[in-house]
């Protein structure tokens, strides 16, 4: 095993680590929620073969735009990370980009925690065409904190629109705690104007990666990318861009939601459905199964049932919802992960071939 493949499975473990849950739990709780779900499903069996009835009925031309906004939330997640590896001077193409994208996009639905083993796998991929140790972890933790936030303002926006039935009964909340995190990012800005406060903040930023090397090097890896954006275009304007490739992310992807209540024919909520949405995914990123699977259904459904749809339409919108942006979207991720996969050994083995004829 030469140096570079050392450095890949190190680079393996260096994301995997702060990732690392008890992965029994995980199935043990994957387990107990199937046989749940397998018994709501058969309880609310004749709701089922009523959504399934509507489900049959959607035109195809109606489907298009369900595909469209999908694909364009997968190409707003695919501009972000291009944008910051750029930024961090990483020219890897478009192309490839998209391709790892998506293919970790299927790693992250096919088993719990999936998170966690697409991270490593992305930064596997970044390592082997060149991008930095450094730099790759960095990306994938700038990217992370973007689309967490992006989230949340979508929440944010959800809570303000709606009304005061159903969902808009958690506005209070939502308001509540947007405004503590506003004070809080207010009280930090302020603050670090002060030098001795800067001072305080950099060493307790940088005891906190004293015992964990994997700590220590995406503290660095994030402080270089920083630096580096802050050198090339000075203050916040620069990051506006990532943030709305975050934005556009998750907005598509309601937006996917929107259009499928379309097709459906269903009188969509509209005050209460981005509450829903970004609630559901909320949850669903705790991965607790494969793709949320059983989560994200059940959470989604009962949501669109306190805002107002009937049993029947809201199993009808979160299935159809899922199978536009999960079911439609693991075979096309897993093959460009065998692309991948299979392209990397081609280059191995040429280069392995290469070495010995030399």
Request: hydrophobic share 55%; with cysteine.
């Amino acid at each position: 095993m030469d140096g570079a493949d050392k450095d890949v499975e190190h680079g393996e473990d260096f994301v995997a680590a702060p990732f690392r849950k008890p992965r029994r739990l995980w199935w043990l709780a994957s387990v107990a929620l199937v046989v749940i779900a397998a018994v709501v499903a058969v309880y609310r069996r004749h709701d089922l073969a009523a959504a399934s009835h509507l489900i049959a009925a959607v035109r195809m031309p109606r489907l298009v735009l369900v595909a469209g906004f999908e694909a364009a939330s997968l190409g707003a997640l695919i501009a972000l990370q291009q944008w910051l590896l750029r930024m961090g001077e990483a020219r890897l193409r478009l192309r490839v980009v998209g391709t790892i994208v998506l293919a970790a996009n299927a790693v992250a639905g096919a088993l719990p925690g999936g998170a966690a083993f697409a991270a490593a796998w992305m930064f596997t991929q970044f390592r082997r065409r060149g991008v930095g140790q450094v730099l790759a972890g960095a990306v994938l933790a700038v990217s992370g904190v973007l689309s967490a936030a992006a989230l949340f303002a979508l929440l944010v926006a959800g809570a303000l629109a709606s009304g005061s039935a159903g969902l808009g009964a958690l506005r209070p909340v939502v308001l509540g705690l947007a405004a503590v995190l506003g004070v809080t990012a207010g009280a930090v800005a302020g603050l670090s104007r002060f030098a001795p406060v800067r001072r305080r903040v950099w060493r307790f930023w940088r005891r906190l990666g004293v015992r964990s090397q994997q700590l220590r090097d995406i503290q660095d890896g994030l402080l270089a990318l920083v630096r580096h954006v802050h050198a090339v275009r000075p203050g916040l304007r620069p990051w506006w861009r990532p943030f709305t490739f975050a934005l556009l992310n998750w907005g598509c992807d309601a937006a996917c939601l929107l259009a499928c209540a379309w097709g459906l024919g269903i009188g969509v909520p509209w005050r209460g459905i981005l509450v829903a949405y970004t609630l559901t995914q909320m949850t669903g990123s705790l991965r607790l199964t494969p793709g949320g699977l059983g989560v994200v259904e059940a959470s989604l459904t009962a949501l669109l049932v306190l805002d107002g749809l009937r049993t029947d339409q809201a199993i009808a919108l979160t299935l159809l919802y899922r199978i536009a942006s999960y079911w439609a979207m693991q075979p096309i991720g897993w093959a460009c992960w065998l692309g991948l996969t299979f392209g990397s050994r081609r280059a191995d083995h040429r280069a392995g071939s290469d070495r010995r004829a030399g």
